[in-house]
């Protein structure tokens, strides 16, 4: 380690500790800021001494769940691994990462960096350090973006894999993204269902979801310009797909996920690797399909680092205890968390990690139908209580807003600070009015409330998930 390297790293981790102290909510990036300051190649530095390589994970919705997935994946094969936590995904919040694991002296000991990076800021990363492999989840079109926004997106990744001429792992489903780098080494990931079924519970609200997103958006080929056709659709532009006029198509994927039962709580599935022509049954502990493609993301990276299947479904059932949020999306332009609650344990673990979020505002969404559970108690047996340290105003809304905002006040928040607003889109758009800068809204849903939010959420040009 280079002489200014070592300092980069000590007051990195000065500035990191002090903003913990103080509570200053400068966010997870300031360190990072510092440190290349100080020394601009010590995320070249530091992320260089991993000894497997330094893994990268982007797309448009995903990544922190399918990043969160493989590390469980490789933790459980028995790797050592550094892991940016979730919103920390442009450089400076990758050299945060690293900074922070390294040693005062600026050692890092690990098998694997494994970075989510937001996708224009793969090619910046990539100049940086070496990226062993690059796992692309999925690129959504955001209706917002001017046109042509998703097309910017799709070079940015290509440049960011060809700086290094990465090894890709893609989907194979989603016409953006196996259309990418022909020129590397690419291998693919998929769902297959005979007739497009996806088997999902009669009382499962899944299904319901999965209907009302079969609005298909529109792909072209990338050899001829023409639209492209699917014989499949499984939501969004996911499918079985083919270019209308030439014989361009998605490819056979390696790492396969068929017979899928989806249900409330998680989905099973089973997994294939047809290259050695394994296959595994998969209990994913978290729901909805874009979690299977989340997954065999996740899958279809650790085989290819050479994790054997048996383990690589250990770790993705080992999951559960690991899920803490998922991934962080923009909504009008704002940064958002959005949180399924559905029990007491799962949403004390909740607020736990949101309280420790200097920047949290809180939006708590609460519906009693038969999914949620009709019965609501469990609300008091959850722990709320450490909310009542956040700072400024609470929004409650969903069919039982009312009951949430008495167990708000049970838990200390005073009466004042707790805003009552029963229908959703309402309640949402008046939380991000009220945000302020550099604060992120939680947003904690129940289960039919996080459908719901599904649907507005697109509404406002977002996708939430993969949905
Ligand atoms: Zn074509």
Redesign the pocket.
């Known amino acids: 380690m280079a002489n200014n390297d070592r300092v980069a790293v000590a007051f990195g981790k000065l500035a990191a500790r002090t903003i913990r102290m103080v509570g200053a909510g400068l966010g997870s990036n300031l360190p990072g800021k510092v440190a290349r300051k100080l020394a601009p190649d010590v995320l070249s530095h530091l992320a260089g001494q991993s000894k497997r390589g330094v893994l990268a994970v982007t797309g448009t919705n995903g990544k922190s769940t399918t990043s969160g997935l493989l590390s469980s994946v490789l933790k459980t094969a028995g790797f050592t691994l550094i892991h940016n936590r979730q919103g920390a995904n442009l450089v400076t919040g990758i050299t945060a990462t690293l900074v922070d694991a390294a040693s005062w002296d600026g050692h890092i000991n690990t098998d694997y960096c494994l970075f989510e990076i937001d996708e224009a800021a793969l090619p910046l990363v990539a100049k940086e350090t070496t990226l062993s492999v690059v796992v692309v989840t999925n690129l959504f079109r955001d209706q917002l973006d001017r046109f042509g926004e998703l097309d910017t997106t799709a070079r940015l990744i290509e440049k960011g894999i060809k700086v290094c001429q990465s090894p890709a792992v893609l989907n194979a489903d989603d016409p953006n993204v196996c259309q990418l780098v022909p020129e590397v080494s690419r291998v693919f990931f998929g769902i297959d269902s005979e007739n497009c079924e996806i088997d999902s519970n009669k009382n499962d609200p899944n299904k319901e979801s999965n209907n009302s997103s079969q609005s298909m958006e529109l792909s072209y080929?990338q050899?001829?310009g023409?639209e492209i056709a699917y014989d499949c659709v499984f939501y969004g532009q996911l499918g079985h797909w083919r270019?209308s006029?030439?014989d361009?198509k998605r490819p056979d994927p390696t790492i396969v996920a068929t017979n899928i039962q989806l249900s409330a709580t998680g989905s099973r599935f089973k997994l294939t690797d047809r290259k050695n022509s394994l296959s595994v049954e998969v209990k994913l502990p978290i729901p909805g399909l874009f979690n299977v493609y989340n997954a065999l993301a996740a899958a279809c990276c650790a085989v290819k680092l050479g994790v054997t299947l048996e383990s690589v479904k250990q770790g993705l059932q080992n999951y559960t205890t690991l899920f803490g949020r998922s991934e962080k999306i923009n909504l009008l332009g704002k940064p958002v968390l959005i949180q399924l609650i559905k029990n007491p344990a799962g949403a004390s673990q909740t607020v736990k990690a949101v309280v420790e979020d200097k920047t949290a505002r809180v939006l708590i969404a609460i519906n009693d139908n038969l999914a949620d559970g009709r019965d609501i108690s469990w609300l008091w047996d959850a722990d709320f209580e450490p909310l009542a340290k956040l700072k400024g105003q609470f929004i409650v809304t969903g069919r039982r807003a009312d009951d949430m905002a008495v167990r708000m006040k049970y838990a200390g928040v005073e009466a004042e600070r707790i805003t009552c607003i029963p229908k959703l889109e309402k309640a949402l758009r008046q939380a991000l009015d009220e945000l302020g800068p550099d604060e992120t809204l939680w947003v904690l849903p129940t289960y039919t409330c996080l459908l719901e939010l599904q649907r507005i959420v697109r509404t406002m040009g977002q996708t939430l998930a993969g949905t």
């Open positions: 080929c050899k001829c023409s270019c006029s030439c361009y």
